[in-house]
């Protein structure tokens, strides 16, 4: 069947799948993104055929010519989400929906086809059922979802694609932080920006982590775990960090992050996060803050907490800044209480821990 908002998909398990014994020890101490399971899921898409061959195969190399458009000129989008295993033996996801919805949007920046969101979130379904063994059993580990898709047309014009593949694989990853939370030193790049505005800020698309290479290698070089960017028109603002948005906390509760204003991904965790603080009674407002007034606020003592989220790390709190003037500290360089309070909320509603009244949590089996 093709270019419906259904697809088939046909299961070809692998007839040499990892053993019990060696998944399990694998499945130990799988750090993140290093481990993978048995199969991944492939769908064709092609000018006028459409969505086409949806597998869910071993997971191997995929033949690519020298040639293929994504290679040269980059066309290529991902999303990130986990499945987790649920006290009762079941399997969940966190929001898959959304994932499906960003990554239309991401495909329609980088003029890429469309796959319909239902074709996005069975897929996920497919390849979990099918890899179930590989959802670490432990209190902090999940399965890490990465759908993709790129440009794998044989042609070096430059123009969209006409032919792309779509892929998901799984990996099976540990608590993200091994003995406890532990806040991240932030490095301020006085050179390099992410986005600019009418740029691909917004789109979640490889090139938009290439280009913030540089400036994380100037972070470790500034002994700091990750680099925060400014906007780049004024270079005033606080944007978001290379793969994470921000967070600030204030004397009188109140929680701010910066606008999607089109050159910041738009988190959903970020989402999450505003809706759990407003319910907790926070105000919150979006709304752009400056560098300056970063540190004049941690300095005077109204800026509290300041915390970075994403799927991968949920909340991680920002306990120092650096840049190269200086540097300061945020609550002392702990992890702050609402910043605390907000990862527990939302890690208990994510494993199923606590009431879900937004409907966000997906059973998967
Ligand atoms: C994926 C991503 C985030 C976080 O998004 P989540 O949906 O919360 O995982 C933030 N910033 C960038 C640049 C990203 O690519």
Redesign the pocket.
């Given at each position: 069947m093709s270019g419906g908002d259904k697809l088939d998909f046909e299961i070809r398990p692998n007839p040499a799948p990892v053993s019990a014994a060696d998944r399990a020890a694998l499945l130990a101490n799988p750090g993140f993104g290093r481990v993978f399971t048995d199969h991944m899921v492939t769908v064709r898409y092609a000018d006028g055929k459409g969505w086409y061959d949806a597998r869910v195969e071993a997971r191997g190399p995929i033949p690519m010519d020298p040639a293929s458009a994504v290679l040269h000129y980059a066309q290529e989008i991902f999303e990130?989400l986990k499945a987790y295993r649920t006290a009762d033996g079941g399997v969940t996801m966190f929001r898959p929906d959304a994932?499906a919805a960003?990554f239309v949007e991401s495909a329609q920046r980088m003029a890429m086809p469309e796959l319909p969101p239902e074709v996005f979130v069975d897929s996920l379904h497919k390849l979990i059922e099918i890899d179930r063994e590989w959802i670490p059993t432990g209190e902090d580990g999940s399965l890490y979802l990465r759908p993709f898709m790129f440009a794998s047309e044989v042609f070096l014009g430059v123009r969209p694609a006409n032919e792309y593949l779509y892929m998901v694989i799984a990996s099976p990853v540990g608590a993200y932080f091994t003995g406890g939370v532990k806040p991240v030193t932030v490095w301020v790049s006085p050179d390099y920006t992410r986005a600019a505005p009418g740029g691909t800020g917004a789109a979640?698309c490889g090139g938009?982590?290439a280009t913030s290479l540089a400036a994380q290698a100037e972070a470790i070089e500034a002994g700091c775990d990750q680099v925060v960017f400014l906007d780049a028109v004024e270079r005033r603002f606080v944007e978001?960090?290379?793969?994470?948005?921000v967070f600030f906390v204030y004397d009188d509760d109140s929680v701010v992050t910066p606008p999607l204003n089109g050159t910041i991904?738009p988190?959903?965790?970020?989402e999450a996060i505003m809706t759990l603080a407003g319910k907790a009674g926070h105000s919150v407002e979006e709304r752009s803050v400056s560098f300056a007034d970063w540190q004049a606020d941690a300095a005077s003592g109204r800026l509290r907490e300041v915390f970075a989220?994403?799927?991968?790390a949920v909340i991680t709190p920002i306990g120092q800044v650096k840049f190269p003037d200086g540097e300061f500290l945020i609550g002392g360089g702990e992890p702050g209480r609402v910043s605390m309070s907000l990862r527990q909320q939302l890690v208990d509603i994510q494993r199923g821990k606590a009431a879900d009244p937004h409907g966000w949590v997906r059973k998967v089996l």
């Amino acid at each position: 069947m093709s270019g419906g908002d259904k697809l088939d998909f046909e299961i070809r398990p692998n007839p040499a799948p990892v053993s019990a014994a060696d998944r399990a020890a694998l499945l130990a101490n799988p750090g993140f993104g290093r481990v993978f399971t048995d199969h991944m899921v492939t769908v064709r898409y092609a000018d006028g055929k459409g969505w086409y061959d949806a597998r869910v195969e071993a997971r191997g190399p995929i033949p690519m010519d020298p040639a293929s458009a994504v290679l040269h000129y980059a066309q290529e989008i991902f999303e990130g989400l986990k499945a987790y295993r649920t006290a009762d033996g079941g399997v969940t996801m966190f929001r898959p929906d959304a994932n499906a919805a960003r990554f239309v949007e991401s495909a329609q920046r980088m003029a890429m086809p469309e796959l319909p969101p239902e074709v996005f979130v069975d897929s996920l379904h497919k390849l979990i059922e099918i890899d179930r063994e590989w959802i670490p059993t432990g209190e902090d580990g999940s399965l890490y979802l990465r759908p993709f898709m790129f440009a794998s047309e044989v042609f070096l014009g430059v123009r969209p694609a006409n032919e792309y593949l779509y892929m998901v694989i799984a990996s099976p990853v540990g608590a993200y932080f091994t003995g406890g939370v532990k806040p991240v030193t932030v490095w301020v790049s006085p050179d390099y920006t992410r986005a600019a505005p009418g740029g691909t800020g917004a789109a979640k698309c490889g090139g938009n982590y290439a280009t913030s290479l540089a400036a994380q290698a100037e972070a470790i070089e500034a002994g700091c775990d990750q680099v925060v960017f400014l906007d780049a028109v004024e270079r005033r603002f606080v944007e978001e960090l290379g793969g994470m948005n921000v967070f600030f906390v204030y004397d009188d509760d109140s929680v701010v992050t910066p606008p999607l204003n089109g050159t910041i991904l738009p988190g959903i965790t970020r989402e999450a996060i505003m809706t759990l603080a407003g319910k907790a009674g926070h105000s919150v407002e979006e709304r752009s803050v400056s560098f300056a007034d970063w540190q004049a606020d941690a300095a005077s003592g109204r800026l509290r907490e300041v915390f970075a989220c994403g799927t991968a790390a949920v909340i991680t709190p920002i306990g120092q800044v650096k840049f190269p003037d200086g540097e300061f500290l945020i609550g002392g360089g702990e992890p702050g209480r609402v910043s605390m309070s907000l990862r527990q909320q939302l890690v208990d509603i994510q494993r199923g821990k606590a009431a879900d009244p937004h409907g966000w949590v997906r059973k998967v089996l």
